[in-house]
């Protein structure tokens, strides 16, 4: 009989260990290593050991800077807030009639949701259940919401619902377009994307949400 061959174990693939830095660039790098790990195993997929070490640090490293897992989280939740903002503001900056910086506002952020689908889904179950998350969540919220109503024309009069009408509609259906309902649902995305261009206009413009002036006709 021919012997068989002992297959050799692959080796385990080591995370370079990074050079000792300042703590401010080793908090930076644990959030940014720890969004990756929470796009691709969600929020229950992972635990503190392994995001320490996915960073290229001991553990210990991480319960210097994070007292566990789900202050984490928020602060990823927290870094992705403020870049997608920044996003905003440099399309904002960049003269162009406001359908054409609607448009690119949109693009944005439908390819963000996109790109970050698998910690959004983990960011809405953990604020449907953890209540610490919750608050943070409604802090964040209350920070969007400010942000939002500063743009466009207009600006000083628009009121809070019309922006938190705008903020919640383009969130949720960037969402089902990233998760893939519209297509479950059989539609279209390009006019889906062309109604929510025309919201965003709108809120760049200052026009109210509310429609055509004057009482509507309805059939009894």
Same mark, same amino acid.
Do not use: C
């Given at each position: 009989?021919?012997?068989?061959?002992?297959?050799?174990? =692959?080796?385990?693939?080591?995370?370079? $260990?990074? /050079? /000792?830095?300042?703590?401010?660039?080793?908090?930076?790098?644990?959030?940014?290593?720890?969004? /990756?790990?929470?796009?691709?195993?969600?929020?229950?997929? @992972?635990?503190?050991?392994?995001?320490?070490?996915?960073?290229?640090?001991?553990?210990? @490293?991480?319960?210097?800077?994070?007292?566990?897992?789900?202050? *984490?989280?928020?602060?990823?939740?927290?870094?992705?807030?403020?870049?997608?903002?920044?996003?905003?503001? =440099?399309?904002?900056?960049?003269?162009?009639?406001?359908?054409?910086?609607? $448009?690119?506002?949109?693009?944005?952020?439908?390819?963000?949701?996109?790109?970050?689908?698998?910690?959004?889904?983990?960011?809405?179950?953990?604020?449907?259940?953890?209540?610490?998350? =919750?608050?943070?969540?409604?802090?964040?919220?209350? /920070?969007? *919401?400010?942000?939002?109503?500063?743009?466009?024309?207009?600006?000083?009069?628009?009121?809070?619902?019309?922006?938190?009408?705008?903020?919640?509609?383009?969130?949720?259906?960037?969402?089902?377009?990233?998760?893939?309902?519209?297509?479950?649902?059989?539609?279209?995305?390009?006019?889906?994307?062309?109604?929510?261009?025309?919201?965003?206009?709108?809120?760049?413009?200052?026009?109210?949400?509310?429609?055509?002036?004057?009482?509507?006709?309805?059939?009894?």
């Amino acid at each position: 009989m021919v012997p068989q061959q002992r297959s050799t174990p =692959r080796p385990r693939r080591l995370v370079a $260990r990074p /050079r /000792r830095g300042t703590p401010a660039a080793t908090h930076a790098r644990l959030v940014a290593t720890a969004a /990756r790990v929470f796009n691709r195993d969600g929020y229950h997929g @992972t635990d503190s050991n392994r995001l320490a070490r996915a960073a290229g640090y001991a553990p210990a @490293t991480f319960y210097k800077h994070f007292p566990d897992k789900r202050t *984490l989280f928020l602060a990823v939740y927290e870094a992705w807030v403020t870049a997608e903002w920044a996003a905003v503001d =440099r399309m904002l900056r960049v003269e162009a009639p406001a359908p054409t910086r609607a $448009r690119r506002i949109v693009t944005m952020v439908v390819a963000l949701h996109r790109r970050w689908r698998g910690l959004r889904a983990s960011l809405r179950a953990l604020v449907a259940t953890d209540a610490t998350a =919750r608050a943070f969540y409604r802090t964040q919220r209350r /920070r969007q *919401l400010d942000l939002m109503a500063r743009l466009g024309a207009g600006a000083r009069e628009r009121n809070r619902e019309d922006a938190a009408v705008l903020l919640y509609t383009l969130e949720r259906v960037a969402d089902a377009i990233a998760d893939g309902e519209l297509q479950d649902l059989r539609l279209s995305l390009a006019p889906t994307l062309t109604r929510l261009q025309a919201l965003v206009s709108r809120h760049l413009d200052g026009s109210p949400f509310h429609g055509r002036s004057g009482p509507s006709r309805t059939s009894h």
